[in-house]
């Protein structure tokens, strides 16, 4: 069956190695701050300026002035630290972080993103989406992998505004792991209980099954 939210930011936290600097986009991606190896130290850092957030806080932990980029309350590390937001923007732009983990819209074959907006719906703004693509080599896209209607978000070329354009190399779906390469997703993992076959009906962009597929440890 396809993956809960929970369980998708339990499998994006497996990618996390110790001593990296991460960015979370909005959504599921923020989630996985919470399944941090607590054997593993990873600093999160968010666009609005914050380097070293930790788990969301309970009630009696909020702190309505400390917040993430998504304007969701947050907590801090032992090291953590608060700077503005173009200093953080520099940080991005720099190339010194070590994994971005961003939600979208579509993505295709060819590695490319569209996660900001919809034609005729109303958007908050690109954030820090553009720059991230921009600055970030390791980048893993965490998205459902079909639209509410049964609509493959997996396609062999985006439709809607792009984010960036062949800069996306992972994409982890509530069905599938996939990299991207040569042009094509090539199935790396697939949900407990989801066939090779369900994920294929679902993927609109060409799709490599290799022999053994395993699924998921989530």
Known sequence: MA?????????????????????????????????????????????????????????????????NAGKQTVTMVTGASIFNSAESFGMIRGGHVDLTVLGAFEVDCQGSIASYMIPGKLIKGMGGAMDLVAGADNIIVTMTHASKTGQSKL????????????????????????DIEGGKF?????????????????????????????????
């Open 3 to 67: 993956l809960t939210r929970e369980q998708l930011a339990q499998r994006v936290a497996q990618e996390f190695q110790d001593g990296y600097y991460v960015n979370l986009g909005i959504g599921i991606p923020t989630l996985s701050a919470n399944y941090i190896p607590k054997d593993m130290q990873v600093m999160l850092q968010s666009e609005n300026g914050l380097l070293g957030m930790g788990q969301f806080p309970l009630e009696e932990e909020v702190d309505a002035d400390l917040i």
């Open 155 to 178: 396609l062999s070329e985006c439709t809607l505004p792009l984010t960036g354009k062949g800069c996306i190399k992972r994409v982890l779906t509530d069905l599938a792991l996939m």
């Open 186 to 218: 090539i199935l790396r993992e697939r949900a407990p209980g989801v066939s090779t076959e369900e994920i294929a009906n679902l993927t609109e962009g060409e799709l490599v099954i290799p022999d053994n597929v395993p699924e998921m440890a989530v």
